[in-house]
């Protein structure tokens, strides 16, 4: 630890060591970052991210361990780019009828 922080800790050491607790006093439980001061898991989970910046799509497909042909297929399909070679890839070939769109990956509900 750098002097900075060593202070830091006493300092902080002896605030806690000033705080006189009454026995016959009920704890209470309060949780700030809501507005009805009541824990959840979902708003701990949100105020631990809370100053994270998320990344793209594509920034996760490129950090993810799939196989790079994976990666570079996913990040085709996330651009709505993936190559057909000339096919016409428009009528679903289970039911020959549907469309679908590429994003989906799935030819129809059947």
């Not at 507005?35 to 793209?56: H, M, N, P």
């Not at 799939?66 to 399909?77: E, G, I, N, Q, V």
């Not at 709505?80 to 990956?105: H, K, L, M, P, Y």
């Amino acid at each position: 630890m750098d002097e900075a922080a060593l202070s830091e800790f006493f300092l902080l050491w002896q605030r806690l060591a000033n705080i006189q607790l009454d026995p016959e006093r009920e704890d209470v439980l309060l949780w700030r970052w809501s507005t009805d001061d009541i824990y959840s898991a979902k708003l701990a989970y949100e105020a631990f991210f809370a100053g994270q910046v998320r990344a793209s799509v594509s920034e996760q497909i490129w950090r993810s361990r799939a196989p790079y042909s994976c990666k570079f297929f996913a990040w085709l399909a996330s651009k709505n780019r993936c190559w057909t070679e000339g096919f016409d890839i428009g009528v679903c070939r289970v039911c020959r009828s549907v469309r679908f769109a590429i994003r989906s990956q799935r030819p129809c509900s059947t």
